[in-house]
């Protein structure tokens, strides 16, 4: 399927369920405590990975490396304090908390309870560590990939919390384009070589570098 072997799918299918999950709900979760009730209201806080969920988002990180959940839906004008601030602060604990989950995967790693360079699976099944090698990755890959300061990705609320009022609001005209140029970025590259791979660029190199140190390779 697409060069990915059965383990690894079925790994993949298992961090995503909690990954995306908690990931989201940090959103919702951030946003209540903030003052904003929506996310509350539309029952986002809640562990149920259905809840969460994006079809086409879940199937492109299964199967190209990237890929995100259901955006939590939030009223910046009900948040406590500045509302670009705030806004920021709810954007930023999705991918704060994808990097907390990565920490606690590799912590059997680094007790030298589970050695990650003789993780291996079964023809079915991934094997504990090779689950755990997968939970590291995808978080962090998680976490880097939605601090890219485009729409719809956490990053771009970050970047207009952290910028001068006006120049934020400029960059608001680009962010209807943001889904188109994300996808663009993604499969040109991969597909039609038509240019280089900026978000592999960004992400592949410091995520590695990271996921290597978590994992004490």
Known sequence: ?????????????????????????????VADR???????????ITLNPLVHLDPLGTLLLLFSGFGWAKPVMVNPMQLRGNPRTAMAIV???GPISNLVMAGLGAIPFQLGLV???LSSSSAILPSAGYLLVEFVWINVILALFNM???????????LSG???????????AVDQYGP?????LIFVPRYFGAM???????IGGPARSLTFLLLGL
């Open 162 to 172: 952290i910028l001068p009022a006006e120049l934020a609001y400029q960059l608001r």
């Open 196 to 202: 280089p791979d900026v978000i592999g660029l960004l």
């Open 148 to 158: 890219i300061p485009l729409a719809p990705l956490d990053g771009s609320k970050v």
């Open 115 to 117: 050695d990650a360079t």
């Open 34 to 44: 903030l003052g904003d009730d929506t996310a509350r209201r539309m029952g986002r």
């Open 1 to 29: 399927m697409l060069g990915i072997d059965i383990p690894t799918l079925i790994a993949r299918i298992i961090v995503l369920l909690i990954a995306f999950t908690v990931h989201e709900l940090a959103h919702a979760v």
């Open 91 to 93: 954007a930023v604990a």
């Open 180 to 184: 188109i140029l994300l996808l663009a």
